[in-house]
């Protein structure tokens, strides 16, 4: 068996933890021969019921449960960490876009950010899902001065998955044949998910579909999906994000499959032209820990100009948030 390796999660009382915890614990985002601690956070008032999460944990017995940490202060969660996936933030309702939750979790992130660049493994692997999660990686990533921003990224799986589905069932065929799925920008109603590289079976998806439904149906469904479920529920997704997160972190840590790709929110080194710095979702392929954004792609000018419409949201996002920048 390994070294276990520690693991922060943060809301760790909330909804989406209460689906992602177990599935840590389980094994299924760093494999089956890796025990793990799990260092949770909270605000004060949730920590008796975050104590209840723990009991809970305990009584699965998992195997690869090594210990839990519970605490409400960020320099202790993130002690010696070597992942941390930031989750404490307030969802929002119906009506609101994830760019209105900036003022009240902007904050929540330079601290966590600061804790990141005091306590953590230098080799930590972030990342947010706390909304807007583009905007709230930058936070953090700049609040840690001393470590790589590559090792800062948002979630965007969740909006790949969902694509994924759009596209399976419309064509009739499975999640499984399906391959380059690509979501570019910001985790918004912006985003630009891409279907011009995906291929079904081997063969390219597009020839197999009407433009019309790509165009009217495909993009705003899964742009606007989030909103669909808030409607629908009553609450923010939570399992499917849960799932999003597991995804995201395993193919980080244990490598993307062969022949295809992840999006990921990463730190923009300028490729296709978006600016360098900020936190966009490229296609991205893993390996030995580490993420490349795929180089060499056609750019058509629908998709380019989709491309920069969500690229401007987030440089206004980031402008909105400068006090918080160093
Ligand atoms: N990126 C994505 O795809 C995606 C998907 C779904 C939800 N989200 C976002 O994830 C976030 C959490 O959603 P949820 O449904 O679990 O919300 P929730 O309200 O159920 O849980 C959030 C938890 O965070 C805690 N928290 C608040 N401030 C904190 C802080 N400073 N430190 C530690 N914990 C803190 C709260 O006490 C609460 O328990 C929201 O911002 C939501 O919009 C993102
Ligand atoms: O839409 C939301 O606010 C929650 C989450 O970001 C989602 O995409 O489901």
């Given at each position: ?88 933030a307030r969802p929002r ?5 994830r760019k209105?939750l900036l003022?009240?979790n ?23 899902v706390g909304n807007p999660a583009?905007?709230n ?50 985790h918004s ?37 989030g ?9 923010s ?90």
């Amino acid at each position: 068996m390994k070294q276990p390796v520690r693991v922060v999660v943060t809301g760790a009382a909330g909804q989406i933890s209460y689906s992602l915890l177990f599935r840590i614990a389980a094994g299924e985002m760093l494999g089956p021969d890796q025990p793990v601690i799990l260092q949770m956070l909270e605000i004060t008032p949730a920590l008796g019921a975050l104590q209840g999460v723990a009991m809970e944990l305990d009584d699965c017995a998992f195997p690869l449960l090594h210990s839990m940490v519970i605490t409400d202060d960020p320099n202790v969660a993130y002690k010696d960490a070597d992942y941390a996936l930031l989750v404490g933030a307030r969802p929002r309702g119906p009506g609101m876009e994830r760019k209105d939750l900036l003022e009240a979790n902007a904050a929540i992130f330079s601290v966590q950010g600061k804790a990141i660049n005091d306590h953590a493994s230098r080799d930590i692997k972030v990342l947010v899902v706390g909304n807007p999660a583009n905007t709230n990686a930058l936070i953090a990533q700049r609040n840690a001065p001393d470590i790589n921003p590559r090792q800062f990224t948002a979630m965007t799986r969740l909006d790949h998955n969902r694509a994924l589905t759009q596209l399976a069932q419309k064509t009739g065929s499975s999640i499984n044949d399906i391959t380059k799925m690509t979501i570019w920008g910001n985790h918004s109603s912006t985003q630009y998910p891409d279907i011009s590289k995906a291929l079904i079976s081997g063969e390219a998806a597009e020839p197999k579909i009407e433009q019309d439904w790509y165009r009217n149906e495909f993009i705003p469904v899964v742009q606007q999906r989030g909103a669909a479920i808030i409607k629908a529920r009553g609450a923010s997704s939570a399992a499917s994000a849960a799932n999003a997160a597991i995804f995201h972190v395993r193919d980080w840590a244990l490598g993307t499959a062969e022949g295809d790709w992840a999006s990921m929110g990463v730190y923009s080194d300028g490729s296709y032209g978006i600016a360098e710095g900020l936190i966009y979702s490229f296609p991205c392929v893993c390996k030995n820990g580490d993420w490349e954004i795929v180089q060499g792609l056609d750019i058509s000018d629908f998709s380019r100009e989709k491309m920069q419409a969500t690229e401007t949201e987030l440089a206004e996002e980031r402008d909105a948030v400068s006090h918080l920048l160093p």
